[in-house]
């Protein structure tokens, strides 16, 4: 079992940043791809960006790519997303995600938490 738990989320004017982070838990999580998805009010939730186990590896939706930085530190568990030039449309709850495989984690992760609040105001 992996634990995740977000945090970070709140209340931004456009143009500005947040760091979003999620901390995980269990016996595998430190060797485990990690992602970010986002879903907006009448929206499906859709995948944000995800980064491999070693960090090596990072991939973007096109909507945030130069906007978004994923990265990860495994000696704390922790996997963080650097939001910058906010936009209107960014606004969402955001969920960290966890799974063995970085492109099911794009996809079909197997563990998620619960999400954090970021509203981004013009």
Do not use: H
């Amino acid at each position: 079992q992996v634990q995740l738990v977000e945090s970070g989320g709140g209340l931004v004017q456009a143009g500005g940043s947040l760091r979003l982070s999620c901390a995980a838990s269990g016996r595998t999580s430190s060797t485990y791809s990690m992602g970010w998805f986002r879903q907006a009010p009448g929206k499906d939730r859709e995948f944000v960006a995800a980064i491999s186990y070693g960090g090596g590896l990072t991939v973007y939706v096109d909507s945030v790519k130069g906007r978004f930085t994923i990265s990860r530190d495994n000696a704390k568990k922790m996997v963080y997303l650097q939001m910058n030039s906010l936009k209107p449309e960014d606004t969402a709850v955001y969920y960290c995600a966890a799974d063995p495989n970085l492109v099911t984690v794009q996809s079909n992760p197997g563990y998620w938490g619960q999400g954090t609040q970021v509203t981004v105001s013009s």
